[in-house]
Structure formats: structure tokens, C-alpha cells
């Protein structure tokens, strides 16, 4: 089988070919269909379950990790940090038991995990910044805690978000920068000067920024105009029309550049299913028609129910920015996060493994998944 395209970044015509379902050659060639597009697997740093499968509820196993990480494959997805949420301790052992051993038992999935998210619980306990996430379960920060965690998941949490209002917090994120783990604010009350020493500790990036927020707060300044402001964070974005306007996605775009930003699905199980009243982090959740998730009763978002290709798709409508700098933002951008820029480089000899071929209607702006490719296996064949 051969599949044709063009190279997103570059613009340039290149035949892939395979044999067995595995990656045989790659070339340039004279030319490809206009609206063929071969781009590195997207990058998903906040995933916390998808098509059914849920990272967030006791009885989570490997099996549950795989068939989540398989469903991604096949909407484009090749790479993500799953992301555990606040929880009891014994809860957060086994989701975290759970990744590892997925991880463990099969080379693709543990090739496609980079690493895992902790989101909470050192977060705020206040309705809003809380978001869907337990309040029984919110606490202080505690080394010990996240060490015992830490160790249980083999060194991988790569990302912790917290709130930088916390009790003992700044020695925290020096302790968390110093083993190399990307230090995040999110679900946060935080003060300006919570927020600016944060940074100083070395906190990075800004979780689903404009989101797990109060529903009406003071108009300036605030935690979301101050973490908006502040060059040295990065932000995560969700761009699915519900957690931000189309307006404040293109404001903040602007704003913190292509350069800092990055596209999350902050996917909930319900992605890919059906509306109607589901679980979610133990509260209950509403997924409307318009695949928005709300606390069930309230105004508050529960985590998204799409895929990160959509997002790609809403950034070139929200914000008006080509299609590779929006591939760029679900791409690039979290990779150099990471510091894993290798994932993207794509088109060397040396490295033609991980890749998605699309096709791109430039008047609606959809994408059409053709094949998902990672570690030289076409993983997803539509």
C-alpha cells in the first residue's frame, strides 16, 4: 500500500509505502492531492478517558489504559499524558498502577504514552476553581504523597497542575522542578502574587487556561488576566466552543503567541459517546447534543468531550491561523514542553514513524482521518 501527501510544515509532496502494515519507505516525489496532508501524531497532554473508558474510577485496569489509547489512534491522537484527577490515595494508586502496566504490557502503548498528568489534588477546594474534581479529596501539598505516587508510577508523572495558593506550595514546585517534572497552575484562587511566585519556583504552563475559574469574578485583575500577562507560562487551551468563546480563543492566541500555546482535549470518557447523564470523577455529569459536559445541576464544565483534532479544527476557524499553525499548537508546542522535540521530527530518514495522514476541507475546515502511523506500524486505517 502507498499513501500520498503533503508534508504539513513543509509543503512538500511525499510518498509513504507499506508492507505488513509497517513503514517500508518514505520519498519526495514530483506531486500529491492538493488536499492530502501528512503531519507528526498529535500531542494530547490532558486526556482523562475517552470512548467509554475512564482513567478516573476505581476499577480502572491496563486493559481500560489500552483500549483507551487505541480509540485515540484512530482520531489522530498518537501521543498523550494521561491525566489522573483528584482523588483518594488509594484511588490515584491504581489508575496510576493501571497506566504503567498498560505501559508494561504492550511496546505501541507504552510508546505512545509520554508520560502522565496529575491534576490535583493540591488544587483550590472552592466551587469554580474546583471544577468536577472531589472536594472531599482536596488537600495540601505532601511530598511524602507525591513521592509514594511518583514511585508507584515508575517516575512517570511528567506534569503536575496544582494551585499556587497552597499551603507549603513554592517548595513544592522546587522540589518538582528539580526532578524534572513540568510544574502547571490550574483549579486556582490563586493572588497576583501567588501566581508570580509560582513562576519564580518554576512553575511553566497554565492549565485549560480560562477554565476551572469562578463563574463571575472581579474584572481586573484576576488569575486568568495575570497568567495571560506572564510570558514565562505556557497555556494549555480547550477549543471546543464551550469552554472558551471563539473570541476569547482568538484573544488569547494573540496574546500568549503560537509560540506558548498549547491544544488539550482534556477528554472525559464521554468523548465519543452518546448525550445523556453519565459518572465523572464520582459527581454526576450531563453530556449535552453539542458535546458539552457539565456538573450535572450546574454551570460548571466537567472536563470535554472531543477529540484533539477538533480542537486543530476550531483554532483555524476561532482564530483565523493556518492549519499548520494549528497542527503546530497540538504538535510542536507540546513536544518542546516536554522536551521531547524528536516526536516531530518527522520527515528525516531517521525518523519516519509517527505520523497521521489527513485529508483537509479548506471551506468547512474538517479533517478527515486517513492513517495514524506510530513507531513505523499503521496503527489506524480508515
Not at 494521561?82 to 502496566?101: D, F
Not at 505532601?142 to 499551603?167: C, H, R, S, Y
Not at 511566585?197 to 492549565?207: N, P
Request: aromatic residues 6%; negative net charge; hydrophobic residues 40%.
Amino acid at each position: 500500500m502507498k499513501l500520498i501527501g503533503h508534508t504539513i510544515f513543509e509543503n512538500t509532496p511525499i510518498e509513504i509505502t507499506f508492507g505488513n502494515n509497517r513503514v517500508e519507505s518514505i520519498q519526495k516525489v514530483a506531486s500529491a492531492a492538493s488536499n492530502t496532508w501528512i503531519a507528526p501524531a498529535l500531542i494530547d497532554i490532558q486526556v482523562n478517558g475517552f470512548s467509554g473508558f475512564d482513567l478516573n474510577v476505581a476499577t480502572v485496569t491496563a486493559a481500560d489504559v489500552c483500549a483507551m489509547v487505541r480509540s485515540l489512534w484512530e482520531v489522530g491522537t498518537g501521543f498523550l499524558c494521561p491525566t489522573v484527577v483528584t482523588a483518594s490515595n488509594k484511588h490515584t494508586n491504581n489508575a496510576l498502577c493501571a497506566i504503567v502496566n498498560a505501559c508494561t504490557e504492550d511496546k505501541t502503548i507504552n510508546h505512545s504514552i509520554l508520560g502522565i498528568h496529575l491534576e490535583g489534588p493540591y488544587i483550590s477546594a472552592e466551587d469554580g476553581p474546583r471544577g468536577a474534581h472531589p472536594k472531599a479529596h482536596v488537600r495540601e501539598p505532601n511530598w511524602n504523597e507525591f513521592q509514594q505516587w511518583q514511585d508507584i508510577a515508575e517516575g512517570m508523572i511528567q506534569i503536575v497542575t496544582l494551585a499556587p495558593e497552597k499551603n507549603g506550595v513554592l517548595q513544592f514546585i522546587e522540589k518538582l522542578v528539580a526532578n524534572g517534572i513540568v510544574v502547571a497552575i490550574g483549579h486556582t484562587n490563586a493572588s497576583i502574587k501567588n501566581i508570580h511566585d509560582a513562576v519564580r519556583a518554576g512553575a511553566k504552563l497554565s492549565t485549560h487556561l480560562g477554565n476551572g475559574a469562578h463563574a463571575f469574578i472581579q474584572r481586573h485583575p484576576n488569575y486568568i488576566w495575570e497568567q495571560l500577562a506572564t510570558d514565562e507560562l505556557w497555556a494549555s487551551l480547550i477549543v471546543d466552543g464551550h469552554h472558551l468563546p471563539p473570541t476569547v480563543v482568538k484573544s488569547m492566541i494573540r496574546a500568549k503567541t503560537l509560540e506558548r500555546c498549547i491544544l488539550i482535549s482534556d477528554a472525559t470518557a464521554l468523548a465519543g459517546m452518546p448525550p445523556g447523564d453519565y459518572q465523572f470523577a464520582g459527581q454526576s455529569v450531563e453530556l449535552t447534543s453539542d458535546k458539552c459536559v457539565r456538573l450535572t445541576g450546574t454551570e460548571y464544565l466537567a472536563g470535554s468531550a472531543i477529540e484533539l483534532a477538533r480542537g486543530v479544527e476550531n483554532s483555524v476557524r476561532f482564530a483565523g491561523i493556518s492549519l499548520p499553525d494549528a497542527v503546530s499548537l497540538a504538535t510542536r508546542n507540546p513536544a518542546r514542553l516536554l522536551g521531547l522535540e524528536e516526536k516531530i521530527d518527522t520527515f528525516t530518514e531517521s525518523n519516519t514513524t509517527d505520523l497521521i495522514i489527513f485529508e483537509w476541507d479548506n471551506t468547512t475546515c474538517k479533517i478527515d482521518l486517513i492513517a495514524t502511523i506510530l513507531d513505523g506500524q499503521l496503527v489506524y486505517d480508515s
